[in-house]
């Protein structure tokens, strides 16, 4: 079965600003900012390309040297649209647009695991709450990574580990003929100076992260093809309260709003 591209719900504060900037009329330059690229090897020139989620495939010869293949990034550059290089006839030719880069952050990648939904009842060790999985943001790339948006407090002194799961047994439930994949999401802290007393320190933050979920993505249109179906859901269930209560530890798991994707 041939990949499209899948649906993007919700892209608010990844929004794409565009700057034109108009010199002697030989030159029209773009600014194009926060986008998510996957770099590749491009096998005809030799060179290391970057798959844009929805704007296309770029090239900076930076990218030969700076970045490393097949890790994601969020990136703003700069493009000369009335360039000999960005002509119709070159980006046809070469398969992409020639532009400079100005700033990248790399998006650390992670995997999904098999885990049983009894993991849910248990705590890990410095596990840290989330108060939004998608911090209004998510995008699933054609290189098969989902990319997620998290916000959580967060010490000055911490890293963060984050985890992507299913069940095996219980990944799929199938109401009303539309079938519903249940993803967990979790954190633990990696403190690199403890002082995790002084909670007057912490602030919110937003951790980009893109999960190489490929393998389960094929599965996933594998069977759903085998059904007859174009569309599913996903949803992410997180931790976003843990107290407790007569000496019995309480947890609340919240769930997103389910995720459209669609296969065509």
């Given amino acids: 079965m041939k990949r499209k591209k899948y649906s993007l719900v919700l892209f608010a504060c990844l929004g794409l600003l565009l700057i034109n900037s108009c010199g002697n009329g030989e030159y029209e330059g773009k600014m194009v900012a926060n986008q998510i690229g996957v770099v590749v090897d491009d096998l005809a020139s030799g060179k290391q390309l970057m798959e844009l989620y929805g704007y296309g495939t770029i090239y900076d010869p930076r990218f030969d040297t700076e970045l490393r293949k097949d890790s994601c990034y969020l990136i703003n550059f700069n493009i000369d649209t009335l360039s000999s290089e960005n002509s119709p006839a070159s980006v046809d030719a070469n398969g992409y647009k020639t532009v400079r880069m100005l700033d990248v952050i790399p998006i650390d990648r992670g995997v999904i695991r ?27 790339h054609d290189r098969g ?82 059904k007859g179906r174009s569309e599913f859901y996903f949803n992410i269930r997180y931790l976003s309260a843990a107290k407790v209560e007569n000496d019995t530890l309480r947890l609340t798991w919240s769930t997103t709003d389910s995720l459209l994707f669609r296969v065509k």
Wanted: aromatic share 12%.
């Fill in 114 to 140: 098999e885990l049983p939904a009894s993991d849910t009842a248990l705590v890990y060790e410095n596990e840290q709450l989330i108060a939004n999985p998608i911090g209004a943001s998510y995008a699933y």
């Fill in 145 to 226: 990574r989902l990319i997620l948006f998290t916000s959580y407090r967060k010490y000055p002194e911490q890293a963060s580990n984050w985890i992507l799961s299913y069940d095996p047994e219980n990944r799929m439930s199938d109401t009303n003929g539309k079938s519903l994949y249940t993803l967990y999401l979790r954190s633990t802290i990696e403190w690199l100076q403890k002082d995790p007393n002084d909670s007057t320190r912490t602030l919110t933050a937003v951790s980009p992260n893109a999960f190489d979920i490929k393998s389960f993505m094929d599965q996933i249109e594998t069977d759903e093809a085998a």
